[in-house]
């Protein structure tokens, strides 16, 4: 037996060293993870994605809402006779606040005029109505992006602190404290708080945005309605 063979042998070879990730791996964070900090991440992930898709709905629609409302008052205010643009199948806004005083005017002067003081403030209350519905209509799915922005991290939060209570769990169970052992935990735990900001910081900028342009759009209802107010005074000033 030669010397190399004695000496492994007496030597036995060393067991290669597990492999260390250079990078984070999101998808094993999620794996390894806990089921209830599995469990609150995913339901933030479906939350990011449907507030993304509000996001993009959202700006969509009022883009497309803003083009063709600008084009309905042009033609509105040119027209020398505007009821069969406010009987049209258009979908805007600006044609039902029109709709609802052209249809309090009928109604009021079915059978004679005889309070006009009355029928202004009617016009004004019934166009008022229409324009606060038209914004609420608008407005509905934002709740959701600040019920997102405001809960996401308290949510990714609950996951963090569940999955460090699990670290030291593992600490107690093998009586290790060391690094090696509570980092994996500690790491899946923070994980689920960078999911919660991940779905909260987009749903705080958008709800933000969004909030605003519905309220300038809203005062732009407010104008027109207004306008139309005024131009009804006049015809009932004449009659």
């Known amino acids: ?50 507030v993304w898709a509000i996001i993009v709905s959202f700006w969509i629609r009022m883009g497309r809402v803003d083009r063709q409302t600008r084009d309905f008052e042009s033609r509105f ?32 002067t079915r059978r004679g005029l005889r309070d006009k003081a009355g029928l202004r403030e009617r016009l004004s209350g019934a166009m008022d109505a229409a324009v606060t519905a038209e914004s609420d209509s608008l407005s509905e799915k934002l709740n959701f992006l600040a019920t997102v922005g405001s809960v996401a991290p308290f949510v990714g939060l609950f996951g963090t602190v569940w999955g460090i209570m699990n670290s030291f769990f593992q600490i107690g169970a093998q009586a290790d404290t060391s690094l090696a052992v509570v980092a994996p935990g500690i790491a899946e735990a923070l994980f689920a708080t960078a999911i919660g900001l991940f779905a909260a910081i987009p749903a705080v900028i958008a709800y933000n945005r969004f909030s605003h342009r519905v309220n300038g759009f809203e005062t732009r209802l407010y104008r027109f309605s207004d306008r139309f107010h005024a131009s009804l005074s006049r015809e009932l000033e004449a009659m």
Do not use: C, H, Y
């Open 1 to 50: 037996m030669t010397l190399t063979d004695i000496l492994a042998v007496a030597v036995p070879a060393a067991t290669p060293a597990p492999a260390v990730p250079m990078r984070l791996d999101p998808l094993q964070l999620f794996l390894d993870a806990d089921i209830v900090v599995q469990s609150v991440m995913a339901g933030l992930l479906i939350a990011s994605v449907v």
């Open 77 to 108: 205010w040119q027209a020398d006779d505007v009821e069969p643009l406010v009987k049209s199948n258009e979908d805007l806004p600006s044609r039902r606040v029109a709709a609802a005083a052209i249809a309090e005017w009928q109604t009021s």
